[in-house]
C-alpha cells in the first residue's frame, strides 16, 4: 500500500528550531518531496531527497533515511512568516505514477 | 513568465449546475496534474497529462468529472453535474521533465476555490 503519516499541527517560538517527521510506506521509491504551504495559497516546492542524509538550504534542511522509510524538515532560526503547513509527498510507482501526498503539518509560530 | 494560471479563483455555484475550471501551464512544461485539496483529505492527485494525453485518471472520483488538454497551453477539469462535495480548492501544477518524472518540481497554480451550494 502506500501511506504518509505527518504530525497534524505544531507550534514553536520566533527564533527558535523545529523538526516535522514524515513516515512513509511507498511500492517503489523515487524520492521525497517537501511542499510549504501557506493559508490561502498554492504549495510552492521546498526540498527532494533521494539519497539518504542530510541536505541543507539555508535555514531549511531535509533529512532522508531510506531504510526507516523516514524523513524530517528542519526549521531552524524560525520566523513568523514559517507559520504555514508543510506537506511530505512521495510518487507511487507500482501500477500507476502518482505523487502522494500527506495532509500536512500546520506549523504556528509565536513570537 | 507568469506561473501557472488559473481561472476563476474563486466560483460559488448550486448544486447540479455544471463546473468547469481552467488552467494555464508554463511554457513549455510538458506534464500537467490536477488536484483536489481539502481538509479531511489533504491533496490528492485527480488526473495528470503528458503531452497533452491523458497517463492517470485513477485519482478522478467519479464519472461527473472530465479533464481535457486539447493543446500544449490549456487544460479543463469539469464536474457535471456538481454536488456539495466537490466543494474544494483544485489545483493545477506543471513540470518540464529532463527525464524523471518525479525528480523535477512541479509549480503550483493558485488554486480555484469552489463552493458547491
Known amino acids: 500500500g502506500q501511506n504518509i503519516d505527518q504530525p497534524t499541527e505544531m507550534t514553536a517560538t520566533e527564533g527558535a528550531i523545529v523538526q516535522i517527521n514524515c513516515t512513509y510506506q511507498?511500492?517503489?521509491?523515487?524520492?521525497l518531496f517537501w511542499y510549504q504551504q501557506h493559508a490561502g495559497e498554492a504549495p510552492t516546492f521546498l526540498s527532494y531527497n533521494v539519497l539518504d542524509g542530510l541536505e541543507e538550504k539555508g535555514r531549511f534542511s531535509s533529512f532522508l533515511s531510506r531504510s526507516k522509510g523516514y524523513s524530517y524538515l528542519l526549521l531552524k532560526e524560525l520566523q513568523m512568516k514559517d507559520s504555514a503547513s508543510y506537506l511530505c509527498?512521495?510518487?507511487?510507482?507500482?501500477?500507476?505514477?502518482?505523487?502522494?501526498f500527506g495532509t500536512g503539518t500546520r506549523l504556528q509560530v509565536f513570537p | 513568465d507568469a506561473g501557472v494560471i488559473q481561472s476563476p479563483r474563486h466560483e460559488v455555484t448550486e448544486m447540479g449546475q455544471e463546473v468547469t475550471l481552467r488552467c494555464k501551464p508554463i511554457?513549455?512544461?510538458?506534464?500537467l496534474f490536477w488536484y483536489r485539496q481539502t481538509m479531511m483529505r489533504g491533496l490528492e492527485l485527480l488526473i495528470y497529462f503528458n503531452n497533452n494525453v491523458p497517463i492517470d485518471d485513477s485519482g478522478m472520483p467519479e464519472d461527473r468529472f472530465s479533464a481535457k488538454m486539447p493543446n500544449a497551453s490549456f487544460s479543463t477539469l469539469k464536474i457535471q453535474p456538481s454536488e456539495p462535495r466537490d466543494s474544494a480548492v483544485y489545483f493545477c501544477a506543471t513540470l518540464g521533465t529532463s527525464g524523471n518524472l518525479w525528480a523535477d518540481t512541479q509549480y503550483f497554480g493558485p488554486g480555484t476555490r469552489l463552493t458547491v451550494l
Open positions: 509527498a512521495a510518487p507511487r510507482l507500482l501500477n500507476t505514477d502518482k505523487l502522494i
Open positions: 511554457s513549455g512544461h510538458d506534464y
Open positions: 511507498t511500492s517503489g521509491f523515487n524520492g
